[in-house]
DNA sequence: AATGACTACTCACATTCATGACTAGGGAAG
DNA sequence: CTTCCCTAGTCATGAATGTGAGTAGTCATT
């Protein structure tokens, strides 16, 4: 059971609602972990049933009633009782690297298309995480920040989310580069 | 689907058995992919089924009989499709930067034990893919090989490879300095 | 006045992934 | 001479994950 510890763990952030959730999960604001709206409400369900979170109505004039869900002292006890047990090697899943796996039997065209999308989307995550980062730290420095302030576990796995990204779209860019170069080196004899 | 591609992938660099195969997917040399034997051995069965690949029996002396598979035309075609498709951009899924994410909420003891495990993992990793690379490219310089070598898109993949798990020891590191100074920090107050 | 987007969820089903247990012969080490 | 590991797989089952479709009211746009 993984999700049901990535949804624990977004939620030490305050009380949300399993829609707020969704959004969290589906901008990969929270980009520890993915998961569909349907997903999230199946395991809030069971996280209350199993008491590791608790939930309050709370009703609004123009909009349907939500429920915002906040983690008990069982959760954070299943929390820590998670943190201390073995973690599986994070492996990756990525067509991409299927796709470049498969380079030399593959249209060059195709393939440069594709990562010059991944690099365009990195991008894009890595200005949403720059963002997100100024944003947790307000006017403090990092090096202050990361020393002093309050909570800097999702400072932590946001930078770990940017270095990622920068990862991806500096090899998406490599790849494209040496992919045309030789194309241009065949085209030649 | 994508283990399917995965393996068709795989299966570019020359013939294999499942068992060879389970080889490269466990050690994760295949390292954009991860699968179970059992996983593999199922869909070996299902491509060939469908003609994606063929297999052809290799008795041997003291071992048991193997079956040696090759990606065939119509795999081939299969795989330039899956190239041009869209790709699900990859999402991470780490039960250790979950762990982080709580880090405001656990024993850093704990997380620092998780931290330096996974970093020693990653270091362990990064000294195999830089064997693997500088075997497949010989003798040539990276610049030369990937200008001028036969088959680079595992060299490309393995490159990513290697940058992840070099990001993911670097943040391994990083973070720990940071949960160490802050314990030393609040010890004193 | 209709269309589409947003909030807030639920149900049911399908696919994918992971796991334990099992067969069966050969070789190496103690 | 027994125990363990390696090759080379198969079978069955369960857990996790993904997806399509549906409900129902609100709000802004065209």
Redesign the interface.
């Known amino acids: 059971m993984?999700l049901r510890?990535?949804v624990?763990?977004?939620l030490?952030e305050g009380e949300l609602s399993g829609y707020q959730l969704t959004k969290a999960f589906d901008i990969?604001v929270?980009?520890?972990?993915?998961a569909q709206p349907q997903q999230l409400y199946a395991e809030l369900t069971r996280l209350e049933k199993d008491g590791l979170i608790a939930g309050r109505a709370v009703v609004q004039e123009t909009r349907p009633t939500k429920r915002l869900f906040h983690v008990t002292d069982a959760g954070?006890a299943e929390?820590?009782e998670?943190?201390?047990a073995f973690?599986?090697?994070?492996?990756?899943?990525?067509?991409?690297?299927?796709?470049?796996?498969?380079?030399?039997?593959?249209?060059s065209e195709?393939?440069i298309a594709?990562l010059s999308?991944?690099a365009a989307?990195a991008e894009a995550k890595i200005q949403l995480f720059g963002k997100l980062l100024r944003k947790m730290r307000g006017d403090l420095t990092e090096e202050e920040f990361?020393?002093?302030g309050?909570?800097?576990?999702?400072y932590?796995?946001c930078?770990?989310?940017l270095?990622?990204e920068q990862?991806n779209r500096?090899?998406c860019e490599?790849?494209i580069t040496?992919l045309r170069?030789?194309k241009h080196?065949r085209a030649r004899h």
């Open positions: 993984a510890h990535a624990l763990a977004a030490l990969g929270a980009n520890f972990w993915h954070l929390l820590e998670f943190t201390a973690a599986k090697p994070s492996f990756i899943r990525d067509d991409l690297l299927v796709k470049v796996q498969a380079a030399d039997h593959v249209d195709t393939l594709q999308e991944r989307f990361l020393r002093h309050r909570r800097i576990g999702p932590l796995t930078l770990r989310g270095a990622l990862g500096d090899w490599r790849t040496v170069e030789r080196s």
